[in-house]
């Protein structure tokens, strides 16, 4: 696959006509070409002629990030040496942004590029109208032989690659090898909407391995399943599990895009009822809109792009609501993929509901039987995929993925049921109810329908067996487990929250996103600083940048396993309150009201707060510090041995204890 809109030998680029290579790229722009963008490109080219006089290697201008959905401005191989080059035509400053946006190209090659992971990578900031600019010529390098990004103007820029090539040794890089090493990014689930809603497919985005082959698999299934089911005129609803990070919303969202025309028979919706998350997808698939089109020379405004993506992403209870209107008008879609399928609701919180908000007193269903009651009205077929996370109720109410299992059993034998093989594992808790549906004449298992492999830490796939085995105080396997993921996804601990702030942004290069998540019952972490009850925006925290106060960035607002679950940030800071506490080899579930801890009692409440901290120690990408404040001898609330404990547990586990 060719990544970059043009690439050759520097010797032959040298050789080449400035028009000639203006002319292929610009034959290869999906975008209409913008005189400014025309002039920028021919800029660019005559810099780079000047430069690379003289120099064996190979040049890509416009080399593809996928993941990113961006392009770096040009990529240069000499030597030893990756040359990542964004140039900022007719700038004088170095904006921070800028750097950034370098360092993530470098970052994104380093990290999933094969052919680059071993790699010295130079990533240069080049501001054309920089004036007098002085780069002391030392480089800082980190222990990824990643550089730090490097400031340039046009007249240096020759001379900071003699000093880089001056500075870096290493074995030649072979140009054919490396255009030919495997690209397999881990996005992140924005990122991924973002893609697959520009029409990419979920290869494009998905690493070449195990994990990618786990995602096209269990597409496939399900697109195969939606065509039998038109075809032969039946109604199907399928189960898909996943391991923490797999990509099950990825697939649901993958489904979806292939099929968002309104008109078709085909259309699908991707429900969620995770208001945050759909708060959020919403919001960057309207920014990345209009972007989008404004490089297509096109102005939209926020709100048209909104209309449009609103029919492709809702919230579960505005389509609930839709169908409530006209309970004998079958929706628009045939296809429906409910993403956190075991968070629907049970009869009791539905019916409360019904009758509290939509004043209806008799209502007798169930979320999952009146959602399938919905699809079932069509006449001819429809198809429900059902995306399961396991231990993620985190809401009372949950019904957890048995509610469905029961309503297919008590309403709807005439379905056919595909099933994970994996959804008989302890942490969904349908086994009762699996049982009593195997007398279900239509029911199937299928591996296919089970995403084994974690994609939200391509730095370590097993960071949530890790956590599950904590969390099930497994501690010799969670040892054993800890010591092989160590060296590639770094987990410290402290008690010291400044500290671990400091690790965060220490940690974090270019743009990658740090931030801080505490339980919702984190109700006495205030003297740390943190105001668990303080209302956030996840939209702000998820999406604006590091000028933005509201972004997790500035480590002030705290995101719970509310706004989080289902989302991931690069780098986490977990503060651990007093709620779940480690006590006589056994965890303690506790909550704070008005002025002292109460015992939480309920076995469904217990199983909130435990999953609570599941969700919130399984959202980090590449690495995270836990925070176990040292409490307070002098406050009743905050005695060390509410605290003390559960650190020694974690020190056990073989956490190291940052200085």
């Known amino acids: 696959m060719k990544r970059a809109y043009y690439s050759d030998s520097i010797s032959s680029f040298q050789s ?20 400014t963008q025309r002039d920028s490109w021919f800029s660019e080219i005559n810099i780079l002629k000047k430069t690379l006089n003289n120099y064996d290697g190979a040049i890509y201008l416009e080399y593809s990030i996928p993941r990113m959905g961006q392009r770096i401005d040009a990529v240069v191989i000499i030597k030893s040496i990756i040359f990542v080059l ?4 007719g700038e004088k400053k170095f904006n921070s942004y800028a750097l950034d946006q370098v360092m993530d190209y470098a970052l994104d090659l380093k990290n999933f590029h094969e052919s680059s992971h071993n790699k010295t990578i130079a990533p240069i900031l080049i501001a054309t109208e920089a004036k007098d600019h002085f780069e002391l010529l030392e480089f800082a390098q980190y222990n990824d032989k990643l550089l730090k990004p490097i400031k340039s103007d046009t007249k240096l820029l020759r001379e900071i690659i003699e000093k880089v090539l001056q500075f870096c040794d290493g074995v030649s890089i072979n140009h054919q090898d490396w255009e030919n090493g495997r690209y397999s990014p881990t996005p992140t689930i924005i990122e991924a909407a973002m893609v697959l809603y520009n029409n990419h497919s979920v290869k494009d985005i998905s690493r070449n391995d195990a994990s990618e082959k786990n995602l096209s698999r269990t597409s496939e299934s399900i697109s195969q399943l939606i065509k039998y089911s038109r075809e032969q005129s039946k109604k199907s609803l399928c189960f898909v599990t996943g391991v923490p990070g797999a990509g099950k919303t990825l697939v649901g969202l ?37 972007e989008q089109n404004k490089k297509r020379g096109v102005k939209i405004k926020k709100y048209e792009a909104r209309s449009e993506i609103k029919l492709f992403i809702q919230n579960v209870h505005n389509f609930r609501d839709e ?17 956190e399928a075991q968070r629907a609701w049970n009869l009791a919180q539905t019916s409360s509901f019904m009758k509290r908000k939509k004043n209806k007193s008799n209502f007798n269903k169930s979320e999952p039987e009146f959602l399938i009651s919905c699809l079932d009205r069509h006449e001819d077929w429809a ?28 309403s709807f034998t005439n379905w056919e049921v595909y099933i994970s093989s994996r959804l008989t594992d302890s942490e969904y808790s349908a086994d009762k109810s699996l049982k009593k549906l195997d007398q279900h004449l239509n029911i199937k298992y299928s591996d296919d329908l089970h995403l084994a492999v974690s994609m939200r830490s391509f730095r370590a796939e097993k960071v949530s067996l890790l956590i599950k085995l904590i969390l099930d105080l497994n501690i010799v396997e969670a040892k054993q487990t800890q010591n092989e993921i160590n060296l590639k996804y770094p987990i410290v601990i402290t008690r010291d929250l400044t500290k671990a702030k400091d690790w965060l942004r220490e940690r974090a290069r270019g743009s990658e996103r740090y931030g801080l998540v505490v339980s919702s019952q984190a109700e006495r972490l205030k003297p740390q600083g943190i105001f668990v009850k303080s209302p956030i925006n996840p939209i702000h925290y998820f999406l604006n940048g590091k000028d933005d106060v509201r972004s997790s960035y500035y480590l002030e607002d705290v995101a719970t396993e509310f706004h989080i679950q289902g989302l991931e940030l690069d780098w986490v800071c977990v503060t651990w309150d007093a ?30 707060l435990k999953n609570a901290y599941r969700v919130l120690l399984t959202r980090a990408r590449q690495g995270m510090v836990i925070v176990v404040p040292n409490g307070d001898h002098k406050d009743l609330t905050r005695p060390p041995e509410y605290y003390d404990n559960t650190f020694e547990l974690l020190k056990e586990v073989g956490f190291k204890i940052l200085e």
């Not at 409530?324 to 929706?331: F, M, T």
């Open 16 to 35: 080449t006509s400035s028009e000639r290579i203006l002319g292929t790229l610009a034959q290869n722009n999906e975008f209409s070409l913008e005189q």
């Open 86 to 89: 964004e140039f900022k035509v």
């Open 254 to 290: 993958n489904v979806a895009t292939k099929h968002i025309d309104k008109s078709s028979e085909l259309h699908s919706v991707f429900l969620s009822g995770n208001g945050p998350l759909v708060a959020i997808l919403r919001e960057a698939l309207v920014r990345d809109k209009v």
């Open 323 to 339: 169908c409530l209107i006209d309970e004998s008008q079958a929706p628009v879609e045939h296809v429906a993929l409910f993403d």
């Open 383 to 410: 198809v429900i995929v059902c995306l399961v996370g396991g231990g993620q109720e985190i809401h009372t109410g949950e019904a957890g993925i048995g509610e469905w299992l029961e309503s297919l059993k008590k």
């Open 579 to 608: 709620d779940l506490r480690y006590v006589n080899n056994k965890w303690q579930f506790w909550s704070f009201k008005g002025d002292r801890w109460t015992n939480i009692r309920k076995h469904d409440r217990q199983v909130y």
